[in-house]
């Protein structure tokens, strides 16, 4: 079974940024995309972004493209979501997602998820 955990969440000033990361243990890591979804308070849960297995090829919402980055660092087994240029927005809990489907925006694709990690933007 992989296991995923976010780091990184806190509050930030609307316009700076912050870069979450996600470990990943117990699995075939570099084998699969890695997904970024988020939920704000009161909202269902949305899609972000997602990065292939090998870290070259990307997708965002347009909500968030051109701010957000996805990368990955496969011999750390570990994936990061780095955001720029803030909006309150953004406020939401942020969770990694992966499994041998992963890569679109249904989240009926991701088999693995993180526990989450706040992320609050005030105005």
């Known amino acids: 079974q992989v296991e995923l955990v976010e780091s990184g969440g806190g509050l930030v000033h609307a316009g700076d940024s912050l870069t979450l990361s996600c470990a990943a243990s117990g699995g075939a890591f570099s084998s699969y995309a890695m997904g970024w979804f988020r939920q704000p308070p009161g909202k269902e849960r949305e899609f972000v972004g997602a990065i292939g297995w090998n870290g070259l090829s990307a997708h965002y919402a347009d909500s968030v493209e051109g701010r957000f980055t996805i990368s990955r660092d496969n011999a750390k087994n570990t994936a990061y979501l780095q955001m720029n240029d803030t909006k309150p927005e953004d406020t939401a809990v942020y969770y990694c997602?992966?499994?041998?489907?992963?890569?679109?925006?249904?989240?009926?694709?991701?088999?693995?998820w993180g526990q989450g990690a706040q992320v609050t933007v005030s105005s």
């Open positions: 997602a992966s499994g041998p489907f992963a890569y679109g925006r249904s989240q009926s694709n991701y088999d693995y």
